[in-house]
C-alpha cells in the first residue's frame, strides 16, 4: 500500500451493554453472512478464514460509492476491545478493475458500567494499481479522492450503529450465559 490516503472516516456509536462483556475481535472474526449483510444495504457477503501464514482473516463484499469492493482483511491487531484489519481491496466499477488498500480500525471504550462506545475508522489508500488506473481513466487524483472520500464517510456513518446493535447483542448474549 501507498501512503497516499484516498479516505479517511471515523463514526462512532453506543453499546448498551457493559464493555466486559464485548469481544469485538470474536465478533469481526465469527461474523455470519447474514448479519453482515443486515448491517447495511450494500453488505453483499462476508465470511472468515486465515492468510497463508495463519492470521485470521475477514472478507467483505460491499458497494462504495457505485463500486463494488471485495475486501481481504488480514488481522494486524486482534484484541478483545481494539481489532485493526488490513486489506489489499479489489475495486470494481464502471471504470474497470484496480485495487485500494484499506485499514479498518474498530475499538471500543467503556463510557460507564453499562455502556461502551465503537469507534469504527477507515483509512482508503492508494496502490500502484490505483494510480495506474486514475492514468488510463483520465479522472483527476482529488476528484476521485473527493468522491471516495464522501461515499465512504456516508457508508460508515451508516453501518457503524448497526455494528453497535450486532456487537451489543452479542455481548448482551455473552452476559446472560455468564449468569
Keep these: 500500500m501507498s501512503d497516499t490516503i484516498i479516505t479517511e472516516s471515523t463514526s462512532t456509536a453506543i453499546i448498551n451493554a457493559p464493555i466486559e462483556f464485548v469481544d469485538i475481535a470474536d465478533w469481526v472474526f465469527t461474523l455470519p453472512d447474514a448479519e453482515y449483510q443486515r448491517c447495511s444495504p450494500a453488505h453483499i457477503a462476508a465470511g472468515f478464514t486465515t492468510s497463508d501464514d495463519g492470521r ?24 478483545k476491545h481494539h481489532v485493526r484489519l488490513l486489506s489489499t481491496s479489489d475495486v470494481i466499477g464502471p471504470s474497470g478493475r484496480t485495487k485500494s488498500g484499506v485499514v479498518w480500525e474498530l475499538s471500543v471504550k467503556a463510557l460507564d458500567a453499562a455502556r461502551c462506545e465503537l469507534s469504527n475508522h477507515v483509512i482508503g ?19 476521485a479522492k473527493n468522491a471516495q472520500d464522501t461515499a465512504s464517510a456516508a457508508h460508515n456513518a451508516q453501518e457503524t450503529p448497526l455494528f453497535a446493535k450486532s456487537i ?10 455468564s449468569n
Excluded: C
Design 56 to 79: 485470521r482473516m475477514s472478507l467483505n463484499v460491499e458497494t462504495i460509492g457505485g463500486n463494488l469492493m471485495v475486501q481481504h482483511y488480514v488481522e494486524d491487531i486482534g484484541e
Design 125 to 143: 489508500k492508494t496502490t500502484p494499481e490505483y494510480w495506474d488506473h486514475l492514468g488510463k481513466s483520465g479522472v483527476p487524483f482529488e476528484v
Design 168 to 177: 451489543e447483542a452479542k455481548a448482551l448474549k455473552r452476559k446472560q450465559a
